[in-house]
């Protein structure tokens, strides 16, 4: 009777304790879910959800022989620097992830990543191309090309293309991103065509929606090619007011041209521009294809360049975690492992391209870039590739 009494008192006792908590890994993602552009913060989101589940699902990862889970930490950085540098402290210091992937506009990296290398936490902005984000910045890694790449990409393909030999750029001062991409561009043509050949340097700032006068002077500037390194929401509205001024001819684009709904608010008057960015979605194999394909099973759209960008740059974080000795405990000890981790890195083969990281200076990766077209039924077309 006792003997029984016992087991249904520790019976009852086992049922009442806690679960324990399996060991989990956790990830910040400093990302716009509000603001001015909230589809990249979506697209993050999206691609990081699903890359989470497809790693529990599966038991989780592995590190010195132990097994954990992931957990990711959101936080809205609402399209703004201030509220960046913000989410990357509060990430570190308040939620102690181990890592943070992201910012993605440089506007809101280049703050961040000052922060996250000053308190020695491992960041990578995947979709930042301004090399300030990483410049002198050991613990922050890069997951796409430069503008230093990008510009001169651009600059060359649009001599080719168009046989332009006089070019216009427009561009947001006020915006890191779009700034260091439209001087790259500049220098680079002007390297090719000689002073001047830049015909019109014209400039807005962030939120701006009458560019009629900047146009305007564009139009009247025999350009043969008009730059605009903007995002995806302002894009339309300069193309809209180019043609109604009277600019006939060729608009090209950069890698922000290729995330949120672009289409959607451009429609027609967008078809048969090109833009270089860092992959093309349609024609896509292997790898890709099958994250394209899951992508849209889950979300209902095509994944963009963001999402795309996500994954690998989630990915190769992870890849480091997995690398590391183990996880001690130690937050400080453990994110100067990840660093190294992430710097040894040799090759990674993502669904954007392969990427290695050079063994000295910053931690951008060697990667080429794509030029697509936006064809008839407004799909980004593969065009073609360019490597360094």
Excluded at 121 to 146: E, H, I, Q
Excluded at 275 to 294: L, N, R, S
Aim: aromatic fraction near 10%; glycine fraction near 8%.
């Amino acid at each position: 009777m006792k003997r029984s009494w016992l087991i249904a008192l520790f019976l009852v006792l086992v049922a009442a304790a806690p679960v324990r908590a399996a060991d989990t890994i956790k990830l910040g993602f400093n990302i716009p879910l509000t603001g001015d552009i909230p589809d990249v913060g979506e697209s993050s989101k999206n691609a990081a959800e699903m890359l989470k589940k497809k790693i529990n699902d599966a038991g989780g990862i592995t590190v010195g022989g132990k097994k954990y889970l992931v957990e990711f930490v959101y936080e809205d950085n609402e399209s703004k620097a201030e509220s960046a540098l913000s989410a990357a402290r509060k990430l570190i210091t308040q939620d102690d992830v181990l890592g943070i992937v992201g910012p993605q506009s440089s506007k809101q990296a280049v703050p961040a990543a000052e922060a996250s290398n000053d308190l020695k936490a491992p960041m990578m902005a995947p979709w930042s191309t301004n090399p300030n984000t990483t410049k002198d910045r050991p613990y922050v890694f890069r997951g796409c090309f430069l503008d230093t790449f990008q510009g001169p990409t651009a600059a060359k393909f649009a001599t080719e293309e168009f046989k332009a030999k006089k070019a216009a750029v427009l561009y947001d001062i006020a915006s890191d991103y779009p700034k260091g991409l439209a001087e790259d561009f500049k220098a680079a043509f002007e390297k090719i065509h000689g002073p001047g050949s830049v015909v019109a340097f014209e400039t807005f700032t962030t939120k701006d929606v009458d560019f009629s006068a900047q146009l305007t002077n564009i139009a009247k500037s025999g350009a043969d090619v008009l730059f605009v390194p903007q995002y995806y929401n302002e894009v339309p509205l300069i193309v809209k007011q180019a043609k109604s001024l009277g600019f006939d001819k060729p608009i090209m684009g950069s890698d922000s041209w290729g995330s949120g709904d672009l289409m959607g608010l451009c429609g027609d008057d967008c078809k048969g521009y090109f833009f270089v960015t860092h992959y093309a979605a349609a024609g896509a194999k292997g790898k890709t294809k099958e994250f394209i394909d899951e992508y849209t099973k889950l979300y209902n759209k095509t994944p963009d360049d963001v999402a795309a960008l996500t994954w690998d740059g989630a990915n190769l974080m992870l890849d480091g975690v997995k690398a590391m000795p183990a996880i001690t405990g130690d937050m400080a000890k453990d994110r100067e492992a990840l660093m190294k981790a992430m710097a040894g890195i040799k090759k990674f083969e993502g669904i954007t391209g392969n990427m290695s990281y050079p063994a000295t200076g910053p931690h951008d990766p060697i990667k080429c870039a794509v030029v697509v077209k936006i064809d008839d039924n407004g799909k980004f077309a593969f065009y073609k590739s360019v490597c360094p």
